[in-house]
Nanobody, 117 residues
């Protein structure tokens, strides 16, 4: 019954910004580690960021460090990924993942981000 829904994707020019949202139902996101992943056509899935449930510690892939920021709005039960200074290589489908257990993860449907001139 737990569901994740990503939104906020779209097309932007290089250097632009987008804010992705991961809204949850059936779970309180603050209780779980949430990760953002992306997958470009023909490319391997890549984890770009996560926020941990225990202490709110955030992590970023080197490729996005300094440009992306993950945050959580507990009142809205939503996790955000603020993406600034976007590059064409950021183009991908972005997915939100909830770590439910050791071998159980929940994924959203993905939202497309396209960065091009």
């Amino acid at each position: 019954q737990l569901q994740l829904v990503e939104s906020g994707g779209g097309w932007v020019q290089p250097g632009g910004s987008l804010r992705l949202s991961c809204a949850a139902s059936g779970a309180t996101l603050v209780d779980y580690t949430i990760g953002w992943f992306r997958q470009a056509p023909g490319k391997e899935r890549e984890e770009v960021s996560c926020i941990h449930s225990s202490d709110g510690t955030t992590y970023y892939a080197d490729s996005v460090k300094g440009r992306f920021s993950i945050s959580r709005d507990n009142a809205k039960n939503t996790v955000y990924l603020q993406m600034n200074s976007l590059k064409p290589e950021d183009t991908a489908v972005y997915y939100c993942k909830l770590v439910y257990g050791r071998f159980v993860n929940y994924w959203g449907q993905g939202t497309q981000v396209t960065v091009s001139s």
